[in-house]
Every structure is written in structure tokens, then in C-alpha cells.
């Protein structure tokens, strides 16, 4: 979207506080726009997620506007600062800016005058570290100096340890998730008496932070990239990703529906790699999205249509004997059964491979080959022919003939023929199409109807070889 740019310009130079009403408009204005003013198909949620986890990775701009003033967290991190108004915005704190997300006391202790930058940043790192789990208590960056929940701390001082950065973190007083012992922390001298009794202040402090949660000794993914200096490139994006993986860290529901009518369950990598192969499975949108649309289950079936629709039949339209579910439809009614048998057929006399012949293989792209190997096969044109025609027969009685597919073969061969020979990538076509072309030529002869239209199709190919340079 053209649009997100300025609005992420606008929440990175204005990073005050927004209302929720705000984003309610906006995410409204986006779906008038993106489905026409008609009733949404698809879940929100499912529009936002991420694509490598199962969604359309729309803008969601809510949390667009948290990374933006998260990223403000980086900023208050850099010691010096990097960025001219970390100074002027450390006026308004009592404690280091550095120190400010990790602080134990509420954001109003440590900014007493609202500030219209400052506290909402607060606000709202308060309010996502929780509910995002961005950064769980107890944080090993826990300030122990000027920090104004442990007393003896308030100084820039503590048992004169030395650290690098504006305060003294709880993460330089420990080791392996245990606090060091005194000895440990003054080492060049015999402890005073006001030492051993800081240290036991400091011991009692220890006791509070981990008395309902383990510390943990490493830092959380996000606390490192708000502490890197320099910062990370891109790091506004780092951080929606970050929030995003938080926000959907299960599958997409759509996932329960395939296991429990194509079981077996397949594993979250197994789900992954189709997330990855639906969104790479062709340079053509229109496929790809065809693929996503069977992959997200969009279609309507007899059987949702009936739930839609009272007294319309749930019966499958083809067949009548059975209800038309999902899987029905796409594999299993007995008048597409023979379809799907004879593709995968020409599949393993075409790739001389043999697929397992199950609905994960033909609708999921389940298949005994790597993802990459599979993206960059011949066989994902073939399958993705193969199930681009079935909704040309939508509501149909017909299932669709295995000459429409060997037809919708070759116009993608054209396509990639086209696509290819622009790149000047003549080796990559031929290595891919060969063995297609050479299944073509052999089941010519039985086809005339293939053949006139394979013929056609010569006269404007400038790259497809001829018979003689197959037969060669
Ligand atoms: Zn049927």
C-alpha cells in the first residue's frame, strides 16, 4: 500500500497519543476500499497476519503506530544519543531515558508532568510489553541505579561497580540467572560493614524482583533490538514483525478445518512451508491467489452455502449423492476422482516422479520435494493448472476434461516462455518445459484437437523447440 509510508511518517514525527476510535475509522476505510463497499470475506485478523504465517500481511496500522513509538525505545537506548531530542526529552525524567522502559515504578513516578510525546510512549510500551510478552519481568535490564523502587539504588553509584551505559543493570550484578556474591561484586577489596548491609538491600530487592517469576538471563528478542548500537537497519519493520509474531503465534484457524478433513495432521513446519510455497507457487497473481483462496478455504461449497442460505440443497452439484463439503468438491466427489487420477498419471509420466496420490499433494503442494526444488519444478505448474480449473466449473455438473488442463499447461508454458526469454533466461525454460513439450508431441497423435491448438501455438513461439530438435 502507497499509502502507509506517509502514515508511518506522521506517526514517527508525531509520536503523541491516538485514540482507538482513530484506527477503528481508518481499518473501516480500508475495508470499504479493499472489498468494494461489500461484506468482507475474509477475517480482519486473517488479512493482517503476516503472509509466512497464513494471512495477506495487510497494514495493520494500529500496531504500525505501536512500532513506530516502540522505536522510540531504541532511541532513549543509545548512549550517547544518536538523535537530538533524547536530550531535550530527558529534561521532563527523573531517572536516565535509558532506563525508562525498565523501570519497576509507574510512568508517572518518573515523569510527574505529563508529557505529550513522553508519557504516551510509556503508556503504550506499558501496556503491549504485557500483553505481547515483548519483555517479561523480570527484565535483566532492571535498573539497580536511580532506580526509585530500590531505595539505596537512587544514586548513579552502587557499591561502586563498574558499567558501561547511563545506569547500573541487574543483569551486570549476575551470572547464569543467580546474583553474584558480594566478593564477586567488590573484588579489589575487603567489603565495609555498609557494603554487606547495601549488598543484603540489594539481595532483598533480588528476592522481590524473582519472587513470582524466574529472571531470565538473556534478553528478550525485542529488548536486543532496542539495545543494539547502532540500531538494526530497518528497524521500525523489525519491530511490527516482532509484534505481529506475538499477535498470531498460532496457525490460522483454517488449518484445524484441512487436518480434520485430510488427515493426517500436518506439522506447523509443514504448515510454514505451504504458507511459503501458495505465496511463490507462480509469477502469475492470479494463481497465487487462486491458491490462497483454496489454501484459506474462501470458496463456498454446496454445504456453506446451505448454512448461508436455508433451503438451498448442501448436496454436491456434480455428483448429488453425497454433501458438498469442501473436500468433496475439490477431491473426492466420484465425478472429479478420475480427473485427479489421470493428472497425477501424466504427473509421474511427465516428471518421473511418483507423488503420493492424497488432496495434501494436489491442493496443498505436499510433495516429496523441498519447497525451493518444488517452486522451481515443472510439477507446480502442473498441479496448479490442474486446480485453477476447477473453479471454472464452479456450480457446474461437468468436472473439468484433462484436454482443458494439457490447454492450461501450455498457455502458462507461454507465459513462461515469455517471462523467461525477456530475462534472457533461454536454459532455465528449456530445462524446466522440456519434458512437457516431449509428453505434448506423444499424446498429439491420439488428440487432433491438441494438436491444432498446440500448432497454433508454434506459429507464435519464437523459443519452442522444434520436433526435429526434440527428437534430437
Ligand atoms: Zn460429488
Same mark, same amino acid.
Given at each position: 500500500m502507497s499509502i502507509l509510508p506517509k502514515f508511518l511518517y506522521l506517526f514517527q514525527t508525531l509520536p503523541i497519543h491516538v485514540t482507538p476510535s482513530f484506527f477503528n475509522t481508518l481499518r473501516s476505510l480500508f475495508g470499504k476500499f479493499i472489498w468494494a463497499d461489500k461484506r /468482507?470475506?475474509?477475517a480482519f485478523r486473517l488479512l493482517t497476519r503476516p503472509k509466512h504465517r497464513g494471512? +495477506? =500481511?495487510? /497494514?495493520h496500522m494500529e500496531y504500525y503506530y505501536v512500532a513506530a513509538l516502540l522505536l522510540r525505545l531504541s532511541d532513549w537506548s543509545m548512549s550517547p544519543p544518536h538523535k537530538l531530542w533524547v536530550p531535550l526529552e530527558q529534561k521532563f525524567l527523573q531517572v536516565p531515558i535509558a532506563s525508562a522502559p525498565w523501570q519497576t515504578v509507574s510512568h508517572t513516578t518518573i515523569c510527574p508532568t505529563p508529557h505529550p510525546t513522553i508519557s504516551p510512549t510509556l503508556r503504550l510500551w506499558r501496556r503491549y510489553r504485557h500483553r505481547l510478552d515483548l519483555s517479561p519481568l523480570p =527484565? /535483566? +535490564?532492571? *535498573?539497580?541505579? =536511580?532506580? /526509585?523502587?530500590f531505595l539505596p539504588g537512587?544514586? *548513579? =553509584?552502587? +557499591?561502586d561497580i563498574d558499567y558501561d551505559g547511563p545506569y547500573l543493570t541487574i543483569q551486570t550484578c549476575t551470572v547464569e540467572g543467580t546474583l553474584l556474591p558480594l566478593e564477586q561484586l567488590v573484588p579489589q577489596r575487603i567489603p565495609s560493614p555498609m557494603e554487606v548491609y547495601r549488598y543484603l538491600q540489594l539481595k532483598h530487592f533480588w528476592s522481590s524482583l524473582t519472587a513470582h517469576q524466574p529472571y531470565r538471563s538473556t534478553l528478550s528478542p525485542f529488548e536486543n533490538l532496542c539495545t543494539q548500537d547502532p540500531p538494526p537497519p530497518h528497524l521500525l519493520s523489525l519491530i511490527y514483525a516482532l509484534l505481529m509474531a506475538a499477535e498470531y503465534p498460532d496457525l490460522p484457524s483454517y488449518t484445524t478445518k484441512w487436518e480434520a478433513e485430510t488427515p493426517p495432521p500436518l506439522t506447523e513446519r509443514a504448515w510454514l512451508d505451504i504458507f511459503h510455497i501458495t505465496f511463490h507457487s507462480s509469477r502469475d497473481l492470479k494463481v497465487q491467489e487462486m491458491n490462497y483462496k483454496l489454501l484459506s478455504r474462501w470458496y463456498l461449497t454446496p454445504n456453506r452455502l446451505a448454512l448461508m442460505h436455508p433451503g438451498v440443497s448442501p448436496d454436491c452439484w456434480r455428483c448429488g449423492l453425497s454433501r458438498g463439503t469442501f473436500i468433496h468438491i475439490w477431491w473426492s466427489c466420484p465425478f472429479i476422482v478420475p480427473y485427479w487420477e489421470v493428472v497425477f498419471t501424466y504427473v509421474k509420466e511427465i516428471t518421473s516422479m511418483e507423488i503420493p496420490f492424497t488432496p495434501q499433494a494436489a491442493l496443498l503442494h505436499v510433495v516429496p520435494l523441498s519447497p525451493n526444488r518444488y517452486i522451481k519444478s515443472l510439477m507446480i505448474h502442473l498441479f496448479n493448472s490442474a486446480k485453477s480449473l476447477i473453479p471454472r466449473h464452479w456450480r457446474s455438473e461437468s468436472p473439468p476434461t484433462i484436454f482443458e488442463w494439457i490447454d492450461q499447461v501450455s498457455s502458462v508454458k507461454e507465459m513462461e516462455e515469455l517471462h523467461l526469454s525477456l530475462e534472457n533466461k533461454y536454459d532455465i525454460y528449456f530445462k524446466t518445459w522440456y519434458w512437457w513439450s516431449d509428453f505434448v508431441m506423444k499424446h498429439r497423435k491420439d488428440n487432433p484437437e491438441a494438436i491444432a491448438r498446440s500448432h497454433e501455438r508454434r506459429a507464435i513461439s519464437p523459443v519452442f523447440p522444434s520436433e526435429t530438435e526434440l527428437a534430437d
Open positions: /468482507p470475506r475474509v494471512g +495477506l =500481511s495487510t /497494514p =527484565s /535483566p +535490564l532492571t *535498573p539497580i541505579t =536511580s532506580n /526509585p523502587d537512587r544514586q *548513579p =553509584s552502587f +557499591l
